[in-house]
C-alpha cells in the first residue's frame, strides 16, 4: 500500500504560476498528476516514471514541468501561464507496477486532491 498526500493548490490569476506536490510514503515506479474539472472526465495531465521518462498532456507542454525527488518520494508539478482552463481539482496517482501511462483507471493508488482555481 501507497499513500499518497497532496499539497500547493489555491487560486491564483491567469498568467500566475503554482506548485504542486505530492509525498508517497514509499517507493513508487510511475508518478502522474491528473485533473477533473466540474462535470468533465478526469484527464491525465503529466506522468514520470522512476527512470525520469516524462510524458506531459498537449495543453499543458511548455507550460507545466513534472519532476521528482526519488529519494524522497516526492513529486512535483509546476505550473507556470496558468489560465481559466487549467481550474480543476489536481490529483497524485501512484503505480507500483512497472506501467506509466495517461489512462487513469490503469493507477493503483491516489491521494485526496487539491483544488486549483485560476481566475481571469
Known amino acids: 500500500q501507497v499513500q499518497l498526500v497532496e499539497s500547493g493548490g489555491g487560486s491564483v490569476q491567469a498568467g500566475g504560476s503554482l506548485r504542486l506536490s505530492c509525498a508517497a510514503s514509499?517507493?513508487?515506479?510511475?508518478m502522474g498528476w491528473f485533473r477533473q474539472a466540474s462535470g468533465k472526465e478526469r484527464e491525465g495531465v503529466a506522468y514520470?516514471?522512476?527512470?525520469?521518462?516524462?510524458n506531459y498532456a498537449d495543453s499543458v507542454k511548455g507550460r507545466f514541468t513534472i519532476s521528482n525527488d526519488n529519494a524522497k518520494n516526492t513529486l512535483f508539478l509546476q505550473m507556470n501561464s496558468l489560465n481559466s482552463e487549467d481550474t480543476a481539482m489536481y490529483y497524485c496517482?501512484?503505480?507500483?507496477?512497472?506501467?506509466?501511462?495517461?489512462?487513469?483507471?490503469?493507477?493503483?493508488?491516489w491521494g485526496q486532491g487539491t483544488q486549483v482555481t485560476v481566475s481571469s
Open positions: 496517482a501512484a503505480n507500483l507496477r512497472w506501467w506509466c501511462g495517461t489512462n487513469w483507471r490503469g493507477y493503483d493508488y
Open positions: 514520470i516514471d522512476t527512470n525520469g521518462r516524462t
Open positions: 514509499g517507493y513508487t515506479y510511475c
